[in-house]
Nanobody, 120 residues
């Protein structure tokens, strides 16, 4: 089992910055991919950025060049630095971890979400 707790959301003006944090606990050794998704009102949840165990990253086209995902293995925490925020970045941001163990097989874990609101 993996537990994820997000923090760092809030209200920011367009053009501003925020940094989200996701602290993982439990069987963190089993995490293969950890990342961020977001869901805006009336829209489906979408991938924002992911970070793999092998230090590969992936970004949605809409955030490339503005958002940066990073991972601190010593703290079991993943960050999302969001710069040049736009009104369309307004959403609930969720941390996600894809894990696998021999005993349990694959596991997909989600945090409770943190609201990011960008005012124009």
């Amino acid at each position: 089992q993996v537990q994820l707790v997000e923090s760092g959301g809030g209200l920011v003006q367009a053009g501003g910055s925020l940094r989200l944090s996701c602290a993982a606990s439990g069987s963190t050794f089993s995490i293969n991919v950890i990342g961020w998704y977001r869901q805006a009102p009336g829209k489906q949840r979408e991938l924002v950025a992911t970070h793999t165990r092998g230090n590969s990253t992936r970004y949605a086209d809409s955030v490339k060049g503005r958002f940066t995902i990073s991972r601190d293995n010593a703290k079991n925490t993943v960050y999302l630095q969001m710069n040049s925020l736009k009104a369309e970045d307004t959403a609930v941001y969720y941390c996600n971890a894809a894990a696998w163990t021999v005993l349990s097989g694959p596991g997909d874990y989600w945090g409770q979400g943190t609201q990011v609101t960008v005012s124009s």
